[in-house]
């Protein structure tokens, strides 16, 4: 092997050969360009955001629509010591006896609803409802409305365990211009010209 030292010399030289360029000089932005171009940018967003906005005529929908406090939304359970609170709409059925445990928390301590539930089971029925129920697209099964009846026990609607408002049931709207289903599908297999 005959390795001859002028072999490496040739490889620094060519790197320099090529690095040899003088480095392009710029001018950089100073501080006091880059505040005026933002200050420029800025007074440019605030006249174009102004344009596109139109005043709102009327009440303001925030304060219109605002729902009350938790307190006016919902029922309040009492017995002894303890009460909860529930949905408006969560209880289905209050017998005479217990009317008097619906209404204002007074000097109760208020707890979540599964600590109360526990507590008072002698007298509470939890009825899970379906979510179709709750959203008022179903009816609640008549039976069952009768049991409540029968039962003599407060019943509180709930969801997967917790509380849950009931509205009232709206019937499915028929679709406009829909006729019966044997009139639908008859335009569907012989079109009218």
Request: charged share 25%; proline share 10%; net charge negative.
């Amino acid at each position: 092997m005959n390795t001859h030292p002028i072999r490496y010399l040739f490889i620094p030289l060519a790197v320099m050969a090529v690095a040899a360029e003088p480095p392009v000089m710029r001018d950089a932005a100073t501080h006091d360009d880059l505040v005026r171009v933002h200050r420029a940018e800025q007074a440019r967003a605030a006249t174009e955001t102004s344009t596109h906005f139109v005043p709102a005529e009327g009440a303001d929908p925030s304060v219109e629509n605002a729902p009350g406090g938790i307190l006016e939304r919902s029922d309040i359970i009492r017995f002894g010591e303890l009460a909860t609170i529930v949905p408006k709409g969560a209880i289905l059925h209050i017998p005479a006896a217990f009317a008097d445990r619906v209404g204002e928390i007074g000097n109760a301590r208020l707890v979540i609803w599964p600590e109360f539930y526990a507590v008072n089971r002698a007298w509470i029925d939890a009825c899970e409802i379906p979510r179709e129920v709750a959203e008022g697209n179903q009816r609640l099964d008549e039976k069952l409305e009768l049991k409540f009846n029968e039962g003599g026990r407060l019943v509180v609607a709930v969801l997967a365990g917790g509380p849950v408002s009931r509205l009232p049931f709206k019937p499915a709207e028929p679709a406009p211009d829909a006729g019966t289903p044997a009139e639908t599908a008859a335009t569907q297999v012989n079109p009218q010209p």
